[in-house]
């Protein structure tokens, strides 16, 4: 089942998959200027679970923050994941699995995910969408019946509209101006505290454990005063590089997996000089063992390649537990709505469409590895020969 949304909203999508207690994923793709897209998990027509397409762990950690839970992220172990498990889902399990969360609160923090992800996509009607029949997302923590999600959500959506046009975004930051009376700004209630231009509403909600119409319809009588200034920001927390704070003499690492020579060396040329730290090859099959050696931060992949298809060597890395949470972005000549279907059910983070411009390639690799560090040291010669050894044979410079 697939479509536009302008023929068929969201919420007759819900029912039909409701009604015909059906089991698989739902795709969406919104056509709002930026590539947005979510996925919904539905289990006989319950769902199970609901985020970003791209979701990594900031809003699970965004929502955990009230708790303050003793958590080192860097133990988190999500080698148990499934292949097309999102990495939110299954950092809530181990939460869960080991004794950080009672199963109650992780069913609310579920809740609350999946509550978030249909406030932002109810409301699209232009867009396009893919229900694919596949087993259930494992192992399931619960089910939620579709109607009483909806109708909540739909509450919180009409209570929204009333607060437009001083209020449009969820992900804008509202920040206190120099009107709010002085004597009181010593003794800020935390909603206020708050409200310092870099946090948006959408996080205040989950630091505050309200829904995001309640924090805004809190906002919205200062917002009238003059009192809070709404800043937009430019993209979303889920957006950002998930990766820890920058290090300076740190390179990120890259591998860029593609047969056509060309393209290897224009990546290789374009992010070489902005500090990163780069190896093609073209080999698909060969890059298979590889990068069990290279360990790279991102991947980069043709999804067209012989030997072996670039969904294919995805979803065979997606197996491992080195690569559950390592980004691959698909390198593709097709910018079409089943291309990006079969990448995000692949396993794959993201997709590029070539040709692609130097900007374009540095935006997306800034996304999800940070900058790179120019003033790095020059790679020691061993490991230069050690490297060409493995990943150029005789008849290389033919490829």
Avoid at 340 to 366: C, H, I, S
């Amino acid at each position: 089942m697939q479509g536009q949304l302008s023929e068929l909203d969201i919420r007759s999508i819900f029912q039909l998959i409701d009604i015909g207690q059906q089991t698989g994923e739902l795709y969406i793709e919104s056509f709002d200027g930026q590539a947005n897209s979510w996925l919904i998990f539905f289990a006989n027509g319950g769902i199970l679970y609901a985020g970003r397409a791209n979701e990594q762990l900031n809003r699970l950690q965004d929502i955990l923050h009230p708790l303050q839970l003793p958590i080192n992220w860097a133990d988190v172990n999500l080698s148990n994941l499934t292949p097309l498990r999102p990495p939110e889902y299954g950092a809530l399990w181990w939460l869960l699995e080991n004794s950080y969360l009672s199963t109650q609160q992780a069913r609310s923090i579920l809740h609350r995910l999946i509550e978030e992800t249909l406030f932002e996509v109810i409301s699209l009607h232009q867009g396009r969408f893919s229900f694919q029949f596949h087993t259930a997302l494992s192992p399931q923590l619960t089910e939620f019946n579709v109607g009483p999600l909806v109708k909540r959500v739909i509450r919180q959506l009409q209570g929204w509209l009333q607060l437009q046009p001083h209020v449009n975004s969820l992900y804008d930051c509202p920040l206190l101006s120099d009107t709010y009376p002085s004597e009181a700004s010593s003794n800020l209630p935390p909603l206020l505290a708050m409200a310092n231009g870099k946090t948006p509403i959408v996080q205040i909600s989950r630091h505050l454990n309200r829904n995001i119409f309640s924090v805004a319809n809190e906002f919205y009588p200062y917002i009238q005063k003059g009192q809070i200034q709404l800043l937009q920001q430019s993209k979303s927390p889920s957006h950002e590089a998930t990766q820890g704070p920058s290090i300076m003499n740190a390179v990120p690492r890259i591998v860029c997996i593609d047969d056509t020579l060309a393209v290897r060396q224009a990546i290789e040329m374009m992010l070489d000089a902005y500090g990163y730290e780069v190896t093609s090859i073209a080999n698909p099959v060969k890059a298979l063992s590889l990068l069990f050696s290279l360990k790279p931060d991102l991947i980069l992949c043709d999804v067209t390649m012989p030997e072996l298809e670039g969904h294919q060597l995805c979803a065979m890395l997606r197996q491992a537990p080195w690569f559950q949470s390592v980004p691959i972005v698909m390198l593709t000549g097709q910018d079409s709505f089943v291309e990006r279907v079969k990448a995000n059910m692949a396993g794959a983070t993201d997709y590029l469409t070539k040709p692609f411009d130097e900007p374009e390639l540095l935006a997306l690799v800034e996304k999800y590895v940070g900058r790179g560090n120019p003033k790095r040291l020059a790679p020691e010669t061993l490991l230069e020969q050690e490297i060409s050894a493995t990943l150029n044979p005789d008849n290389w410079s033919h490829l």
